[in-house]
């Protein structure tokens, strides 16, 4: 089966489907997402914290990211795979980002995603002209763990909410085609859904996104840190493939994330 490709991911968003994302980091948890029919892989920086034991993505490096995407690829025949840009490999200038996105392509990723608000318009034009698929991540970035005091819920108040709005936008018209929020208000979420063209991918963001994801700790529930928004598929479920083709279902017709996982 050919893998997906960013136009069928436009495709899903134009018919209005869902679009399905999880977490992955090695071949084998990665064959059975793909068999299940998760639509997007994303190979985290969460890794640092659900693969390696540290309480925050900082210490993950590009090389990190680099091999576990490798191990994904391998993995996953038809899902469209994203990896992260780790602290520290994209801030310092665009032409820093181009150099780690180049890694992270050669390892098999077919988009990065990178944090940050609307400061990171430049990068993200920079990255998208020369033919790398951005997605931009906004809301509660978990590499800002320290200037943000806390893995805190971002955009409760007026300012931040439309802060959050004015990030996506300038994003997504610097050539992102993706964005991605977490842990934002539900009504932030769906108003910034509304504003923008390209998808938007939710992660404690609420049911009006054009996708979700979460990580597959929390919807395995094995949870290092168990969050609010997620929902633990395996309770019933009686196998990981089972687990994951409910999360899909889950997500497809809404019913996932429910009022209980929203902010
Ligand atoms: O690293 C990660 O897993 C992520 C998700 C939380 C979206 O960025």
């Known amino acids: 089966m050919p893998r997906l490709t960013l136009r069928d991911l436009s495709k899903l968003h134009a018919e209005k489907s869902k679009i399905t994302m999880l977490t992955a980091y090695e071949a084998s948890f990665a064959r059975v997402m ?106 509660l970035v978990p590499q800002s763990v320290h200037a943000l005091g806390g893995f805190r819920v971002q955009g409760r108040d007026p300012q931040g909410a439309q802060r959050i709005i004015d990030d996506a936008k300038a994003l997504a018209a610097a050539g992102a085609s993706i964005v991605l929020m977490e842990g934002i208000p539900a009504a932030v979420a769906g108003a910034v859904t509304a504003s923008i063209t390209v998808p938007t991918i939710g992660i404690g963001a609420g049911p009006d996104c054009s996708g979700q994801v979460l990580v597959m700790h929390d919807m395995l529930g094995v949870p290092v840190y168990p969050p609010k928004f997620a929902r633990n598929f395996m309770d019933g479920a009686g196998s990981v493939s089972a687990a994951i083709a409910a999360y899909i279902k889950a997500v497809k017709d809404g019913s996932f994330p429910g009022p209980e996982n929203c902010y």
């Open 34 to 139: 793909d068999a299940a029919g998760v639509e997007t892989l994303l190979v985290g920086d969460s890794l640092g914290m659900v693969v390696h034991g540290r309480d925050s993505t900082l210490a993950v490096t590009l090389e990190n990211i680099a091999y576990h995407t490798e191990s994904v690829v391998r993995g996953a025949q038809r899902a469209f795979i994203l990896a992260d840009l780790p602290f520290g490999a994209y801030q310092e200038s665009p032409q820093q980002a181009l150099r780690s996105s180049a890694r992270l392509m050669a390892a098999g990723a077919q988009m990065v995603k990178l944090e940050g608000g609307a400061y990171m318009a430049g990068t993200v034009a920079f990255l998208a002209e020369r033919g790398v698929p951005v997605c931009a991540h906004i809301g």
